[in-house]
């Protein structure tokens, strides 16, 4: 039996988000996207500086999933400012979530839900929502599933290639 702790990120963390951001990206994507927009997004999104920049921003947090010793996965969300995209005040978004695929279907993810829901009521925010590609039905079923409901669509550009998202909301009240 696995024991899965959900912690809030470090400076000295940002290695290890690193190496989930590029593994989990790969996993998830390589197989229905040209392997040149891999890299670009890849050296844009999740070099050490990138990374090292986004955990600085006060309107960010970054919660990491260690497994026995090991981390496992991580969760970004975005207050107000920080958002990826403006016109959802007083609201949470999950910009992401990635777990390595040795630990998918082990709970982790519905236990990073929880965690941004925590987040979102101690705040007293309205909702949290999330971008999740149209193709990536695993997800998107993922999220349905914990009560996240579609509401919008948005333009997602990987490299060369606009893509189009699912925008999905969850109520805290």
Not at 47 to 71: H, M, T
Not at 135 to 161: C, M, P, R, S, W
Request: proline share 1%; hydrophobic share 35%.
């Amino acid at each position: 039996m696995e024991n899965f702790y959900v912690r809030q990120c470090n400076i000295n963390d940002i290695d290890q988000l690193k190496y989930i951001s590029e593994k989990t990206f790969c996993e998830t994507f390589s197989e229905e996207n040209s392997q040149e927009n891999i890299e670009d997004y890849l050296q844009k999104n999740f070099s050490y500086e990138q990374l090292e920049k986004e955990y600085k921003n006060e309107g960010s947090a970054f919660f990491l999933v260690d497994a026995n010793k090991e981390v496992a996965a991580y969760m970004k969300v975005n207050f107000d400012k920080a958002q990826t995209e403006p016109g959802h005040p007083n609201t949470l978004e999950i910009q992401r979530i990635y777990v390595l695929q040795e630990y998918k279907g082990k709970q982790i993810g519905k236990k990073l839900i929880q965690q941004a829901i925590e987040v979102g009521k101690n705040n007293r925010l309205n909702y949290i929502w999330l971008g999740v590609w149209e193709n990536n039905i695993n997800a998107i079923k993922f999220y349905e599933k914990q009560g996240f409901i579609k509401f919008d669509t948005h333009i997602f550009v990987l490299g060369e290639e606009a893509q189009t998202d699912n925008l999905m909301k969850i109520l805290l009240n």
